[in-house]
C-alpha cells in the first residue's frame, strides 16, 4: 500500500528516511577513511572502525532499513574478531573488511532504490 500522503507524520517520517539515505555516502565514507587509517595506523583504529558499523547497525533498523543494519552488524561482527586477535590484520583481513564496506555501500543503494521506487519516483 502506497504511504498516506496527507498523514503529516506518515510525511516526517519519509523525510527523516530520505536523509538518512542522502546521508548514506559521508556514512560509508567513513568506514572507508577508518579502514584506511587501519591500514597507516594498525589496530588502534578498530574501536573506532567497530563504533562506526554499530551505529549503522542500529540507526538501519531505526529507519527502516534491515538489511543497512544486518551487513552493518556483520561488518562489526568481523572487526569484533579482529579486536579479539589482537594482532595486526592480514591482508586477507583487510579484504574482507573492504567487502563488509562494500556490502554496506550496496545495502545503502539497494534502500535508496527500493525507496524511490515505493514513492514513485
Do not use: C, K
Amino acid at each position: 500500500m502506497p504511504p498516506d500522503s496527507s498523514d503529516p507524520l506518515a510525511q516526517q517520517l519519509r523525510q527523516l528516511r530520505r536523509e538518512y539515505l542522502r546521508d548514506s555516502i559521508s556514512r560509508v565514507e567513513e568506514l572507508r577513511r577508518l579502514r584506511s587509517r587501519l591500514a597507516q595506523e594498525g589496530p588502534v583504529v578498530l574501536p573506532d572502525l567497530r563504533q562506526a558499523f554499530h551505529r549503522l547497525a542500529g540507526s538501519g533498523g531505526s529507519y527502516g532499513f534491515p538489511d543497512v543494519s544486518a551487513r552493518s552488524r556483520d561488518g562489526e561482527h568481523l572487526v569484533v574478531n579482529l579486536q579479539s586477535a589482537g594482532t595486526n590484520p592480514s591482508a586477507a583481513d583487510m579484504a574482507s573488511l573492504d567487502q563488509a564496506i562494500e556490502s554496506v555501500a550496496g545495502a545503502f543503494a539497494d534502500a535508496a532504490r527500493t525507496f524511490d521506487s515505493s514513492l514513485g519516483s
